[in-house]
């Protein structure tokens, strides 16, 4: 079944410690990128990628990092996450880069928690 | 800069009563227009899209109408069920490829 793949769907952590949230994709696609979704706030980019070793930074990029090793996988990485993280976290990638129609698949989501 | 406004939330309806969800958006050039459904506990998924003025998307009974005269993309579906409650966006996709979502309207749907 063609998928995007994210974990932990949940997630408590304290603040300060590093945390990972794994992001898998088995549709071949380009295009990946991660979102934050936060109550009246829609969905905000974080970052993207185009390609393999190509990542470029979104609309809220603080704090977090990313990277793009191999096509299928593009974990999103706290170093030090604070409470302003708390948040719905969603992957999501597509066929074609940006230039193009091509829709978003969105993985189920990570509900982060940082005390 | 391009943005996207929806109606707020939440919209609460009764079983087969007409729905509308607003959608206006501000951006140069011609952008491609989305709406988005989000199901509770899962992430976003595409329910219809148009890319040129005067097209009209459709889908599981919604539809919606690029009108640039009006910058407007509303959401329309003449008898909602029970399954469509869920959290509905409207995005835009930008001449430089940027997907830009609005806040999200929640529907609620009552038997």
């Known amino acids: 079944e063609a998928q995007v793949t994210q974990n932990p769907r949940y997630l408590i952590t304290v603040t300060g410690k590093k945390l990972t949230v794994t992001c898998s994709q088995n549709?071949?696609?380009?295009?990946m990128s991660w979102y934050r979704q936060d109550p009246g706030l829609g969905l905000r980019q974080i970052y993207y990628?185009?390609?393999?070793?190509?990542?470029d930074k979104g609309d809220v990029p603080e704090g977090y990092k990313v990277s793009r090793k191999e096509k299928r996988n593009f974990p999103l990485i706290l170093e030090s996450p604070s409470p302003n993280q708390t948040s719905l976290y969603f992957c999501?990638?597509?066929?074609?880069?940006?230039?193009?129609?091509?829709?978003?698949?969105f993985g189920n989501g990570t509900r982060l928690t940082v005390t | 800069g391009n943005s996207v406004t929806q109606m707020e939330g939440p919209v609460t309806l009764s079983e087969e009563a007409f729905l509308t969800i607003n959608c206006t958006y501000t951006?140069?050039?011609?952008?491609?227009l989305f709406w988005y459904v989000q199901y509770p506990g899962e992430g976003l998924q595409l329910l219809l899209k148009?890319?040129?003025?005067?097209d009209k998307g459709s889908n599981k009974g919604f539809e919606a109408t690029y009108r640039k005269e009006t910058t407007s993309f509303h959401l329309e579906k003449g008898s909602v069920q029970v399954s469509d409650s869920a959290v509905y966006f409207c995005?835009?996709?930008?001449?430089?490829?940027?997907?830009?979502f609005g806040q999200g309207t929640e529907l609620s749907v009552k038997p």
């Open positions: 999501a990638s597509s066929l074609e880069s940006l230039i193009g129609n091509s829709p978003l698949h």
């Open positions: 549709m071949n696609h380009e295009y």
């Open positions: 990628s185009m390609n393999v070793e190509a990542t």
């Open positions: 951006a140069t050039g011609y952008p491609s």
């Open positions: 148009a890319t040129k003025a005067d």
């Open positions: 995005a835009l996709r930008d001449q430089g490829g940027k997907l830009i």
